[in-house]
């Protein structure tokens, strides 16, 4: 079991989704319906406003904040959520954490995902130029501490985009560990919005669903995007 689900809030002036305190209450409720078991929600962010009470704030630190995201200049940079790999990461979230995405639609029962007991589990990406997404990542703190303790944000970035591993923090990631770490991925009824759900369903669900992620260019709290899949209102709440 896990000690604490962490979620991050902040703007990128550069990236398409604004991400803002409903988001981060919204995913509390989903993850309270769907994850039973005691844990706490911790929020990483610098605008604490409009979040509820019961949602621990963490304030944001400004460390790699700047770094521009060397595969898209358009795309979110995200470095600042690398220190979740640091050894002192346990004063923050516990022992064991999951970092998760706001921009996530949990569909059903999170226990299946969230109780294994490997030290590190990763989303598994469903680009083949990418083998991990950063959308949701579990591990025992401090585990992975070489991808934090080997960052070198003058050089880190161009290393591992020259390498292949696209993204901001989830290239360094890809990059760092290499392949063979647990993953979760469509067998675990994980599924992609734009890949799983519009091109292969015409925006339905598929069944058994436990969670949809939403990376790319649609958003679960776009109207537009939930006017193509009704089913989101449903869940997403």
Known sequence: ????????????????SKFNAAAVNTMRNMVARHYPEPHRFICITDDPAGIDPGIEIVPLWN?????????????PSCYRRLRAFSADFEAIAGRRFVSIDLDTVIT???????????DFVIYASVQARMAYNGSMFMMTAGCRRQVWDTFDPRTSPQTANAAGKQGSDQGWIGHVLGPGEATWSARDRIFAYRWDCLRQRRGKLPPNTRMVVFHGKY??????????SPWIKDYYK
């Open 63 to 75: 460390e790699h904040g700047n770094i521009p995201n060397p595969t898209w200049s358009w795309g």
């Open 219 to 228: 958003d679960p709290w776009d109207s537009g995007t939930q006017k193509q």
């Open 1 to 16: 079991m896990i000690d604490s689900v962490v979620v991050w809030k902040w703007n990128s002036p550069r990236y398409r």
């Open 108 to 118: 059903g029962d999170l226990r299946p995902l969230w109780n294994r007991r490997e």
